[in-house]
Every structure is written in C-alpha cells, then in structure tokens.
C-alpha cells in the first residue's frame, strides 16, 4: 500500500491517497475506514472494495465539533441583516467549534479577528482552494472585522521530499496574488508568508538553515546521534505550534497593539476545510495552559474531484481539478469528462432518474450555483429523468466558467505592488482597531529597535570606510 511520504507534489493539501487508489490496493476486498487528516484524506472502502463517500457526519461525532443547525443560520440572518451564505444554507459550511461564543462576543462588541491559511505546494490553485477563502471574506465583509492569511511554505517544504524551500516561497508569493482577487479588502487583510514574517530580517538566513537542515534530519538519525527517544521533537513534529501561533492577537502587535490586557481578550475565528481541524484542536488544548483563548473554528467540506465525491479536488491531480487558470474550453472539457450520477441510456434516464447525491456536475452547482431556486429546480428536472446529464454538464459547465471569469478579471487587476501592501507589516483599520495612543506606544517600541539596529550599521559601515 501506498504510504504517505510516496505521495507527490501537494502532502498537507489533498487527498494525498485517494480511495480509489486505496481501492485499487485492496486486493483482499478489506474495507478501510476514511481517512482525513491534514496530510491524507480520503472516504473509506466498503467490503466489496468500493470506494465510498466522505461521511462528514462521522467525522463531527469523531472529532468532536458541532453540527452547523438551523439555529445558527438564523443568528447569521439576524446578525448580519440577510440571508446567510449559500454555502452556509447548503451545508458546504457544515461544523464549528465555539461559533456561538464568537457571536456572542459580536453581539456585545467585544472585537474577534478571522485567521485562515494555505499551504502552497503549487503554483496553481484551483477551485476547491477558494471556498474557504470565498467564505471568509463573506464573513470578513458581513463582521466588518481584521483577516490574517497565513501561508504556510515551511509547512509544505517541510513535508514534501519533492519540493525545495526556493519552490515553496515562490508558490506562497504566485498563491497570494489568486488569494487577494477573491476580493479581500486591503485595509483589513494582513497576508504573510512563514518564511518571511517568521524567519525574517536578521533571522532570515538562519531561519532557512534550520528548515533546510530540519528537512534532512530524520529520527532515526537523531535518535542514533543524540540517544533520543519519541519524547524528542525537530521540525516536523514543532510545526504545529507555528500554525498554531497565527490563532493569538498577541502574535500581531502591529494590528491588535501590545497591551496584554487587551491583546488577550480578542478572540479568533478560523475558517477552514474540515482536513485542518487536528491543528487546530490541539491548539485547543494547549491554548489554556499558556493562558491564552482557544480560537473558534467554522468548517467547510471539499470540493468533490471530477472524479467523485469519494476524494476531493487535487492539485497534484490534474484531471481530478479545475484550475483558476484554465480556459473555459478546459473546463468544458473537463466537465464533459466528470462522473455523472445519469443512467446509462436515454430509455433508463428517463425511467429512473438521475442521482443528484453522487452526479459531480449537481455538485457543483451546489457549491457555485446562487439561487436556491434554480438549483431546486435543476434538482427535480434531473431526479425526474427529464433533464438528461449533457444538459446538467453543460449548466454546471456554464456556472464554473463563469465563476472562473469573473475570478480570472480579478486577478488582473492585482499586481506585485499590490500584493507587497497586503503582505506589509501595518495597522490594520477596523472597528475596534487599538487607540491612537496604543499605536503610538507600539510604534515607539518598534522604532527603539531599529534605531538601535541603525546606529549599529552606521557605526560598522563607518568603520569599513575609513579602512579602506
Ligand atoms: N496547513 C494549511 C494547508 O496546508 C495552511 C493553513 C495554515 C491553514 N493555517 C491555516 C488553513 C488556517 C486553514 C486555516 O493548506
């Protein structure tokens, strides 16, 4: 069976081992239960070697969230003054963790700020990438509240024997050019790369020796050199606390300020796909120990790959994906291509229906399509047997060009200058922003270090000039 470290090009993202390879290897027709983790996701294999679907539900019993219910939807409409997103009244946003305390705090005033990430393992993002982010900036424009964008490019190269550290910081600087032309406002959004923000200015080439040297060493190594044990950790094993850190105001004093009394009261809101969760409850369980407030979380399920609703979108699989970059002869193509919930004759269709449950195309309507209406009625045309499949691939294909489209004009528009003020260090403007006399007290913080840093260049390039 494949392992994970066999996987190619995008570990961390996708389903790294898709059930259908899964599958393929089970000679002995064993089932397998799914598998989602942040490195592998994959539905499970029934007893006749079949691969089956993601059951979301299990996983909200496994892991513990709760279900997003009627409730909730009718606190977003009452909160925000309008119906909830579609992906929300569609169940594609399906579980959160302490959603209700977030809105709790909303409705009394009291700030929260939203944090999302990527991993960038490719250039090329495709439409799977962008629901979350779709999502948050939904939630960024209804809340009125600051957004950080984590991209995680240690985390890819750290986990990815294929990809060096050069690749990952390139694909995080393409990736933020697609995420800013979702639309996120530039006033409000705070974008960095870890290789950057986290191992930047006079750390900067150390902090890429410790990754690079990180990614050579194996345990065993280590555990031969040192005599260490599983109690011992290197990078891999520590890269959570660095998805973890982006969950605390305190780690941004140029947006929330440095007064610990505030910093720690503001609390975070995480929208993600559900692969992401385990980081991020242990971040809950530590979180308290370290005196600091567990970030909440909102959960969306994946895209369904071309393929089926068995596996998710992949980027390292070209034909399971439709790429922001592809034309819409490609994703006409590809659509025509995709799994089909149809029958397999016009007299059969007709007789029986179509299955929406497992058709890809309906899916996708799902996800992109707007109106609750015509989606209804796509629906019942379909499960009826008048609507045949070419006719549902070509509305679907319909849908998805012109989302691409509309996405395509959009990052036209977003240059690298525009990308440097979104990935700057800065003050960002929201409602509950830190005072003016807080800004001040940061900024003064930070100017001491670097004048202090100055007068050291001064004085070395000084004395290299009257040298020579
Ligand atoms: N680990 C994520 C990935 O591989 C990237 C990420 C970092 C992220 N922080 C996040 C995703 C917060 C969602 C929410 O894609």
Redesign the pocket.
């Known amino acids: 069976m494949a392992t994970v470290s066999e996987v190619p090009d995008e570990p961390?993202?996708p389903p790294a081992l898709s059930a259908l390879s899964l599958a393929e290897a089970s000679q002995e027709n064993k089932t397998k239960e799914q598998i989602i983790t942040?490195f592998d996701v994959s539905g499970g294999v029934d007893e006749h070697g079949k691969a089956i679907a993601i059951d979301y539900d299990k996983l909200i019993d496994r892991f513990g969230s709760q279900r997003i219910d009627k409730a909730i939807l009718e606190r977003f409409e009452k909160l925000t003054g309008k119906p909830p997103h579609r992906l929300l009244r569609r169940g594609i946003v399906f579980s959160h963790r302490d959603l209700n305390l977030i809105l709790d705090k909303y409705e009394k005033g009291v700030p929260f700020f939203l944090?999302?990430?990527?991993?960038p393992?490719s250039d090329s993002m495709h439409v799977g990438h962008t629901i979350?982010f779709e999502f948050t900036k939904y939630l960024q424009d209804a809340f009125d509240v600051p957004l950080i964008i984590?991209l995680?490019d240690d985390?890819?190269f750290l986990h990815s024997p294929k990809l060096s550290l050069k690749e990952c910081r390139r694909f995080a600087l393409e990736n933020a050019l697609d995420i800013i032309a979702i639309g996120f406002d530039p006033k409000r959004t705070f974008i960095f790369a870890d290789t950057e923000f986290i191992y930047g200015g006079h750390g900067a080439a150390f902090g890429y020796n410790i990754l690079e040297m990180g990614k050579k060493t194996t345990n065993n190594q280590i555990k031969g050199t040192f005599g260490f044990n599983d109690t011992n950790n290197i990078l891999e094993f520590a890269f959570p606390a660095t998805?973890s850190a982006?969950s605390f105001a305190s780690s941004f004093p140029f947006i929330f300020g440095s007064n610990p009394k505030t910093v720690n009261k503001i609390a975070c809101l995480?929208?993600?796909?559900i692969d992401?969760d385990p980081?991020f409850r242990q971040c809950r369980d530590n979180a308290p120990r370290l005196g600091l407030m567990k970030p909440a979380l909102i959960h969306t399920v994946f895209l369904p790959s071309l393929r089926g609703s068995e596996s998710k979108m992949s980027a390292s699989d070209t034909d399971s994906s439709i790429f922001l970059s592809d034309t819409d002869n490609q994703i006409k193509k590809k659509i025509g291509k995709a799994f089909s919930g149809g029958q397999d004759t016009r007299e059969e269709h007709e007789r029986l229906g179509g299955r929406t449950a497992v058709d890809v195309p309906f899916q996708y309507l799902t996800f992109f399509l707007e109106s609750d209406e015509k989606l209804e009625e796509i629906r019942q045309s379909y499960e009826s047997g008048k609507m045949q499949s070419g006719e549902m691939k070509a509305t679907a294909t319909k849908e998805l060009q012109a989302y691409v489209s509309a996405f395509r004009e959009r990052r036209k528009a977003v240059t690298a200058e525009v990308r440097e003020e979104f990935m700057r260090p800065r003050q960002l403007i929201f409602k509950s922003m830190p005072s003016e006399k807080e800004q001040v007290v940061t900024l003064d913080e930070r100017k001491k270090v670097l004048q202090k840093e100055m007068a050291f260049i001064d004085d070395a390039l000084q004395r290299l000039q009257t040298n020579s």
Do not use: D, L, N
């Not at 944090?115 to 991993?119: A, D, L, M, P, Q």
């Open positions: 961390g993202q942040p944090y999302t990430g990527r991993g393992s979350p984590m995680t985390e890819k998805q982006t995480i929208p993600c796909a992401q980081y």
